[in-house]
């Protein structure tokens, strides 16, 4: 196994695809924002639905969720790249990329929401029908206001996290930073430049977005002391 | 729905419990070691445990895994599919998992150190059988998640070509061409494996906390 | 009772050329020389100089935020001092003296120093997760390498000591907090020390458990001769048992007397508003 550990890193190679990297660290990011736009309204519907009072849109819900929770990102991409078209519905693959994160985070998001929307105290509620409230104005003008704060820094990591799963996608032929750096490194058999420059890619973006959503909590840990 | 795909893809399924115990051992080891390493006085030591959590937080699992098995073989490192799989997996959760012991050591009141102290405890008899028992309790709950996340990554590992539960399912697609049949195993099969999982952290948790229901 | 523990710094025997670190005063199991703490801009202890004979029973009393309480904890090793010296029996604590020099004390020295000292809670502060049996029994196995056996059995002789014989395998949450305070106590004296420091160890009980580990104390005050060191609110507790009460005020000791002394003729005014405030509700 560790015949002869040599630092065999070419520089030039480096920078010459570096260009390449960089332009799909564009799709990167944008697969990441639809996808997490994505989750934060599926997750909304989830957290809802699975609220009901209806047992017959609660249970079917809750059991889609943890379905969904209880499987592999990548085996339900296969699932939406694959297996729908052969029912009619030909997806392509950002699309299919995009949906699937969606689905999948919107399970994580809706148990943000259901614990914002829990934090809530009682008494709010109560109030509110004291006040001869509705209930579309009890929640957007009691409810949400006092339970999106906490949900702001839980987000914000999903986020991140959502960023760092983007490379799954090349497993459904997404043309994203992970997928182009096969690309390269399949051309060149060179596959250490490409990967370790993914790498780097990846952790100059998530560190900073990771103390930015540190100092999030902060504040809105504050907020609500 | 038939049996005869059952033989290949529990081949699979062995190798997919195979990964998910080795990287679930090698992430409870470096839990445990850069959780404490974060902790401890000394700077060097912490600043070491803290880069490692950083990075193998801050990359995604499987470009750890082709970094591993595709990159290292031009340093002259090359690793199985199985140990380069093993590897991502364990120091990756591994880096989550340092921060739950870290959160859990802090989250033991800090009267039990105090008290600890009192009775002239030296700081490692204080750790080991005051500090970390209680904290144990605390880090089981998110283990159990991240047990679970780590179960559903091991699949990234067909993409490396180890042939894992997702991999003989791709496989198998392509040459049965039953889709559908092998798609409802493959959850199923994940299904089977995630859930005497959960209930075995569950019930580790049950037995550890039990001295406070008393 | 040693009397130059009572006399005012400038009669002891001086040195006048160079402060000795290695030499504490004679007699004293614990001495305060000008020690300094502060919380931020929170002055705690203030130059403070204190000193207890061994064997002698001394209650602490002040407002809160006074200090009372950062005493026992520097004394504890829980808060390091800014600056001054502290000895116990004989030894400093905080620092060592190396070929003439002062040094901060390694944790060796502390741990070796701190032998001597126990400290009960104001919130008991039991492990949870051990019976009572293991709670008193941990530190003399794994701190004094004593065998098992006869730790248990001086464990059991305590418990019997505090009235809890048959709470042997019982874990702290299944007892009230009386029964906890006084398995904390047992813990504390299972390790022989020879000055016990008592933080406000009823304050967190209800009013009608106070008794049953005041009374402890009053047994322990009448049959032991350890020194033991009282912070308390229970005015009538401490004129009972203690035979010096010291009035703590602004990280200084504002007045000490024996306890007829000073609960029937305080001198210091600050004192006199304090009692007057605390024996009148």
Request: aromatic share 10%; hydrophobic share 50%; glycine share 6%.
């Amino acid at each position: 196994m560790f015949d002869r550990i040599t630092f065999d890193w070419d520089w030039e190679y480096a920078f010459q695809i570096l260009p390449q990297l960089l332009e799909a660290t564009i799709v990167t990011v944008q697969a990441t924002f639809v996808g997490f736009a994505l989750s934060l309204v599926i997750g909304l519907l989830f957290a809802l639905g699975r609220r009901a009072p209806l047992k017959l849109i609660s249970w079917p819900v809750t059991a889609v969720i943890e379905f969904i929770r209880s499987t592999p990102l990548l085996v339900q991409l296969y699932f939406l790249f694959f297996i729908l078209p052969r029912w009619g519905l030909s997806l392509s693959p950002f699309l299919a990329g995009v949906i699937g994160l969606g689905l999948h985070y919107g399970t994580y998001l809706s148990e943000v929401y259901r614990a914002g929307i829990d934090s809530v105290p009682k008494g709010q509620w109560e109030a509110a029908r004291a006040l001869n409230f509705s209930t579309i104005k009890t929640w957007r003008n009691i409810v949400l206001p006092q339970a999106i704060p906490p949900m702001i820094p839980a987000f914000g990591n999903y986020f991140i996290v959502m960023f760092k799963e983007t490379p799954l996608l090349s497993a459904i032929t997404v043309v994203e930073l992970l997928q182009t750096a096969k690309i390269i490194g399949a051309r060149s058999f060179r596959y250490v430049e490409p990967v370790t420059l993914v790498g780097l890619i990846f952790l100059l973006l998530s560190y900073p977005a990771a103390i930015a959503v540190r100092r999030l909590e902060n504040r809105f840990v504050k907020q609500r002391a | 729905m038939s049996f005869d795909l059952l033989p290949l893809l529990l081949r699979g399924a062995r190798i997919t419990l195979l990964l998910t115990l080795a990287g679930a051992t090698l992430a409870l080891l470096m839990s445990l070691v850069a959780g404490l390493a974060r902790m401890s006085t000394n700077r060097v030591v912490r600043s070491i445990a803290a880069t490692y959590v950083e990075v193998f937080r801050g990359t995604s699992v499987l470009v750890q895994m082709f970094w591993f098995y595709f990159a290292l073989p031009l340093f002259g490192i090359s690793l199985s599919a199985f140990t380069a799989g093993t590897l991502a997996l364990g120091l990756n959760v591994g880096a989550y998992g340092a921060e739950v012991v870290r959160g859990a050591i802090q989250a033991v009141p800090k009267g039990q150190t105090e008290a600890a102290i009192a009775l002239n405890m030296s700081p490692r008899l204080r750790m080991r059988r005051v500090v970390l028992p209680q904290a144990f309790a605390m880090m089981l709950p998110p283990f159990g998640n991240l047990l679970i996340e780590l179960l559903k990554a091991t699949a990234l590992v067909s993409l490396i070509t180890l042939p894992d539960l997702t991999f003989q399912a791709m496989s198998l697609r392509m040459t049965t061409g039953r889709t559908t049949e092998i798609f409802v195993w493959l959850l199923v099969l994940y299904f089977v494996i995630a859930y005497p999982l959960t209930l075995l952290v569950r019930w580790l948790e049950h037995r550890v906390t039990a001295y406070t229901k008393a | 009772m040693s009397s130059n523990a009572l006399k005012p710094p400038g009669e002891r025997p001086a040195d006048a050329s160079q402060p000795d670190f290695s030499r504490p005063k004679d007699g004293a199991i614990v001495e305060f020389r000008k020690v300094r703490k502060a919380f931020g801009d929170l002055v705690v202890l203030d130059d403070l100089d204190f000193t207890v004979a061994p064997g002698e029973k001394v209650a602490i009393i002040g407002p809160s935020g006074s200090g009372k309480t950062t005493i026992l904890r520097v004394l504890m090793t829980l808060v390091e001092p800014d600056g001054g010296e502290v000895y116990v029996d004989g030894q400093p604590l905080w620092h060592m003296v190396v070929s003439g020099q002062k040094k901060p004390a390694s944790e060796a020295h502390l741990r070796k120093v701190r032998q001597s000292i126990g400290m009960v809670f104001q919130h008991f502060n039991l492990f949870p997760h051990m019976s009572v049996l293991r709670n008193i029994t941990e530190a003399p196995i794994h701190v004094l390498g004593k065998p098992r056996k006869e730790a248990e059995a001086r464990a059991k002789e305590l418990l019997g000591m505090v009235g809890l014989g048959d709470k042997l395998s019982a874990y702290p949450s299944q007892l009230s907090g009386g029964q906890k305070q006084r398995v904390a106590i047992a813990r504390a004296l299972a390790m022989q020390p020879k000055v016990m420091l008592f933080d406000e160890v009823t304050s967190a009980l209800d009013p009608e458990l106070v008794g049953e580990v005041l009374g402890i104390l009053r047994q322990l005050a009448r049959e032991t001769d350890m020194a033991m060191l009282i912070v308390t609110h229970e005015m009538g507790f401490a004129r009972d048992v203690a035979d010096r009460v010291v009035f703590f005020n602004a990280g200084q000791v504002a007045e000490e007397a024996p306890p007829e002394e000073l609960f029937t003729n305080p001198q210091n005014p600050r004192t006199q508003t304090f009692l007057k405030a605390v024996l009148e509700h």
